[in-house]
């Protein structure tokens, strides 16, 4: 019996075509993030500008764009309504090509694009990270579909890689990328699927290299953490920012079951009203706290990181209410740079009850740490603290906080926000559903 050629398959026609798309894909997502990215700044900009004159020009502003984003997504453009992870998750987990045509057409990718970018444009507490990774699912799925690739299971590779590249090209973080893919989107790993992941991740990377530079998201921080007393910040970061991040995801959850019933249902009869009341809470917001409450909160964060914070230690839990709020309205944009932010803003006032350690450190702490207990993803959220910051000397707290965080915010929030998400979306298809 002749034994199979081993170089066959490096060398097939399937082969080269699979590349072809996966590398074709890897480029498109990457082109769309950078412009994506370019624009959602911009649009913010020009927010920031107009309530540089003043704050109250946002009571016009705000309601008026949460209004116009609740009406324009209550249509065809439904799909294109929050983070858009969920979304990624569930086509993974239903393969049929309807659903997934309805989720991750050209046409939602485009939507969710240009009304993510409203949404910065009305000063909504939101990030682009989520809708990046929707965009980038999207995209390579496409283009395995134009390459001819039909097979549900091959299509879903595609998928994951999308998802995977589309954040590694919203941070800057080609680890956190594939973590990400791994322990978020599909919750399993297969060993064939390796090398189309960390392929997919390299092209995106070097376009947006080529681009933008080499860059670090937040800046490099230097901070360490002796073994000692300092290593009470981890239990401090771990408990506090990882338990208010899984009460934010319940309390995400819980609006998005409908409760409390009021909110149901006001959600139900009057979508638009709520999201004009959520925008006209979020300016209340700006209004009594400061401009911080709008947007991603990244010029904030960066400046906590840096250890030249332009916030008081109101900013932290403000930005939390402010991230509620923006979602509850049912407007598109992500999670991720919010909490990012809510984290950072933690760290500085857990800080004060340590003066002797450095505050970056309770920062770079609280950050991982919310943002695990948001999302549950232990490993993603160490990964992106750590590429962001370049704070390698840190790997060891991290990874002790984040275990912390992630025990914390499975007592008050059982189920990741994602995952439950996208079984709230498989719930509202008709028939019988995977188990």
């Not at 034994?3 to 699979?18: C, E, G, I, M, V």
């Not at 399993?188 to 090398?195: K, L, T, V």
């Not at 079951?257 to 700006?286: F, K, N």
């Not at 010029?299 to 923006?326: I, R």
Request: net charge positive; glycine share 12%; aromatic share 8%.
């Amino acid at each position: 019996m002749t034994s199979p050629d081993p170089q066959r398959p490096l060398l097939s026609r399937d082969a080269w075509k699979r590349r072809a798309a996966l590398w074709g894909g890897a480029v498109a997502v990457a082109l769309v993030a950078i412009v994506f990215a370019k624009a959602s700044d911009a649009a913010f900009r020009v927010f920031q500008s107009i309530i540089a004159q003043s704050i109250w020009w946002a009571l016009l502003l705000t309601p008026t764009v949460f209004a116009l984003l609740a009406w324009l997504t209550s249509g065809a453009l439904k799909p294109t309504r929050g983070s858009g992870i969920p979304q990624v998750i569930a086509a993974l987990e239903i393969p049929t090509p309807t659903f997934r045509r309805d989720n991750l057409s050209l046409g939602v990718s485009a939507g969710k694009l240009a009304l993510t970018t409203l949404s910065l444009l009305g000063g909504a507490s939101v990030g682009r990270e989520g809708p990046t990774v929707h965009v980038g699912a999207s995209v390579m799925y496409m283009f395995g579909r134009w390459f001819g690739f039909r097979d549900p299971k091959e299509l879903s590779h595609f998928l994951l890689a999308g998802g995977a590249a589309g954040i590694a090209a919203a941070f800057n973080t080609p680890l956190a990328g594939i973590v990400f893919a791994i322990e978020e989107l599909s919750g399993r790993f297969e060993h064939r699927f390796s090398g189309t992941l960390l392929t997919a991740v390299i092209v995106g990377g070097v376009v947006s290299l080529g681009l933008l530079g080499n860059y670090t998201y937040f800046g490099k921080v230097t901070a360490t953490l002796p073994l000692g007393q300092a290593w009470l910040a981890i239990v401090l970061c771990g408990t506090v920012a990882g338990l208010l991040g899984g009460l934010f995801a319940k309390a995400v959850l819980l609006t998005m079951e409908g409760r409390p019933r009021w909110l149901g249902t006001l959600r139900q009869r009057h979508p638009v009203l709520l999201a004009a009341l959520c925008g006209l809470a979020l300016v209340l917001l700006g209004a009594a706290f400061g401009a911080g409450a709008f947007g991603a909160g990244y010029e904030q964060a960066k400046g906590l990181v840096q250890g030249a914070p332009s916030v008081g230690h109101e900013f932290g839990l403000m930005k939390l209410v402010a991230n509620l709020v923006s979602y509850v309205a049912g407007i598109p944009g992500g999670l991720f740079s919010p909490a990012l932010a809510v984290g950072a803003g933690l760290g500085h006032n857990l800080a004060a009850l340590m003066p002797s350690v450095d505050e970056r450190i309770f920062v770079l702490l609280g950050m991982c740490a919310y943002l695990t207990g948001v999302t549950q993803a232990p490993l993603t959220s160490a990964v992106i603290s750590l590429e962001l910051t370049d704070s390698s000397d840190m790997l060891l707290p991290i990874l002790a906080t984040v275990l912390i965080a992630r025990g914390v915010s499975g007592l008050v929030c059982r189920v990741p926000i994602y995952k439950a998400m996208a079984e709230q979306l498989v719930k509202q298809l008709p028939g019988p559903h995977p188990a």
